[in-house]
């Protein structure tokens, strides 16, 4: 699937939406601004995420984004904008950060995998944005910062979902320095999967997206919850938790099915149950 046009009137949608098979494509619309995020795109981000986790039809969900920026974190002219409040924008702010967080959020617990397609740059929001997804898919030409401290304005929550996905040392570096993190190091260090030609990297999302949707729906569902939830605990507690999510499993009719079909040999025929 090649990347829709490129969309010029001030009326055109800020996320476009399609489907590619049983796969939901979100296309970040703000090309002229860099894809950042703005109030009313973080909202519709949210709503989509929210249609999506309850439509049986959607079974993967691609991110993606038209224009060369991937995505440019916050709109600082909307933020800028708001200081002439009473209050100097500070319950503006607050909002956006906590709904920002939640749009976040939700595509963590979304039931359905999430994957970024990366075509350009993804800076502080737009870092941790790739970073909430469960996988992502990056173009050669891709590059990845969280460069607040440049302009006196640390990336205290793109630091949240960075630092659940690379390492102390990496997420320090990448915050305290802000120096972009071109697509094969940020490979290296575990901020995406996979690094391809420029121009194919949101066909290779879909593609990823769809071997998965291929999957039980409910088995994808109870692993994708109990990866982030164990990821949380201690190991004994890790353990306990895994060992109870294994033996429910163990009694879902796509499991039986499942082991079924490799004992004999064919192809199972999955029931989402």
Known sequence: MSAPALAHSADAPI???????????????????????SEALIAELHQALAEIGADKAVRAVVIAAN???????????ELTARRADADRGRAF????MNACSAMMQA???????VIASVQGIATAAGCQLVASCDLAVASE????????????????????ALSRNV????????????????APRAREIGLINRVVTPG?????????????ARKSAHTIKLGKEAFYRQAEMNLA????????VMTENMLARDAEEGIGAFIEKRTPTWRDE
Do not use: W
């Not at 224009?67 to 002219?77: E, I, M, S, T, V």
């Not at 990845?144 to 401290?149: L, N």
């Not at 194919?200 to 998965?212: G, M």
């Open 15 to 37: 996320l476009l939406r399609e489907m590619a098979g049983s796969v939901a494509v979100l296309t970040l619309n703000r090309p002229a601004q860099r894809n950042s995020l």
């Open 67 to 77: 224009g060369p920026a991937f995505c440019a974190g916050h709109d600082l002219k």
């Open 93 to 96: 702010f607050a909002g956006l």
């Open 107 to 113: 595509i963590v617990q979304l039931p359905k995998p």
């Open 141 to 160: 030409r891709a590059s990845f910062a969280t460069p607040g401290v440049d302009i006196g304005l640390f990336c205290s929550t793109p630091m949240v």
């Open 167 to 182: 390492s102390a040392k990496q997420a320090m570096e990448m915050l305290l320095t802000g120096e972009p993190v071109p």
């Open 200 to 212: 194919s990297e949101r066909d290779t999302a879909i593609a990823l997206a769809q071997q998965v």
């Open 237 to 244: 507690d890790a353990y306990r938790y895994a060992a109870e």
